[in-house]
């Protein structure tokens, strides 16, 4: 008996000298910063289909808000003088056509009398150079009918995508010159996002795990297209440009850039300073050990290399030291005096 009273006094002693803290895993303090900007919804195109010939507007097929699809009629101009040009055109090379034929046959014809003497080299030399001559306006009018089909196209004008009609710019019986804006479109598909971005939030997104626009409550996945290399001078800022992996939002649409860090960082308030260094006390084995969190700074979240199950020191971790023997407290720990 008198033997096991010091070994039942000394561990008595060594209970008592655990410091009581509570823990908590890793992974249910860790946070996943979240940051956003403003941005809004940009249109790949978004032109104003203008005349490219003089001629009086006959028809505006389509009323703002409608849908067109590529390749649909948006505005009719007065074609009559247009196709009366390609008409004559192609009389005129019809002509050239059959003189052609003519000439090249005449030069055959000399041919054939110049192996018998019967004509002089002059008249042959004649004959090839009255063909080469019509051979010559021949391609020349070859290319006004070409142009006069050009004007005659230029009659219609079609929508170059998808999209939706913004704006009609011209009235019907109006003359409309080249160059005259006749309706505005806005392209339907390949829209992108926009943002401006100050340098430590440009670094951020590029490195984001989860990337999206948020507009009037619904989330819409995009993806990083482009960060531009030009900083605005004035207020500091590059754009980014982003495209929809999805369902996209309406061009004009304004929202949030919204994206979501792929580390995860210890809340601000855990870290405490230890010998100059930041840091977290965690518990293993009964006592306290201490991990550096190198770069961290005062208030701010950190990045932590410990496995998720580690279990960190919450309350009590001002009072202990590295190697200090602890346990968990049955109640919460007060915090220390300051």
Request: proline fraction near 7%.
């Amino acid at each position: 008996m008198k033997q096991v009273l010091p070994w039942l006094l000394a561990f008595s002693g060594s209970v008592n000298a655990a410091l009581p803290v509570t823990t908590r895993p890793l992974s249910e303090v860790l946070i996943e910063p979240v940051h956003s900007t403003p941005a809004t919804v940009v249109a790949r195109n978004a032109p104003a289909l203008a005349a490219q010939i003089s001629a009086r507007v006959t028809a505006i097929p389509v009323r703002v808000g409608d849908r067109v699809a590529t390749g649909d009629l948006v505005a009719q101009l007065d074609c009559r003088l247009p196709e009366s040009l390609l008409a004559a055109a192609q009389a005129g090379l019809r002509d050239l056509e059959a003189q052609r034929r003519f000439a090249a046959s005449q030069l055959e014809r000399a041919r054939d009398l110049k192996k018998s003497r019967s004509i002089s080299d002059e008249t042959l030399d004649q004959r090839q150079r009255d063909l080469s001559s019509l051979q010559a306006q021949l391609a020349a009018q070859q290319q006004a009918v070409v142009q006069a089909e050009l004007q005659v196209e230029h009659c219609t004008v079609r929508a170059p995508f998808a999209a939706v009609v913004t704006a009609r710019l011209a009235d019907v019986g109006a003359l409309a010159d080249p160059g005259t804006p006749l309706v505005r479109l806005v392209q339907l598909d390949a829209n992108e996002v926009s943002a401006e971005l100050r340098a430590a939030e440009a670094a951020d997104l590029v490195g984001a795990a989860t990337t999206w626009f948020e507009y009037l409550g619904e989330r819409h996945a995009v993806r990083l297209r482009r960060l531009l290399e030009v900083v605005d001078t004035r207020k500091r800022t590059r754009e980014v440009r982003l495209e929809f992996t999805g369902m996209g939002a309406p061009a004009g649409a304004a929202g949030r850039l919204v994206w979501q860090q792929a580390a995860r960082l210890v809340p601000a308030e855990l870290p405490v300073r230890r010998n100059g260094t930041l840091g977290l006390f965690y518990m293993n084995d009964g006592r306290a050990y201490f991990h550096p969190l190198p770069g961290a700074l005062e208030g701010r979240a950190a990045p932590t290399t410990l496995p998720p199950d580690t279990l960190l020191i919450i309350d009590g971790r001002q009072r202990v030291n590295a190697g200090d023997t602890v346990a968990p407290a049955p109640h919460p720990v007060a915090p220390a005096a300051d």
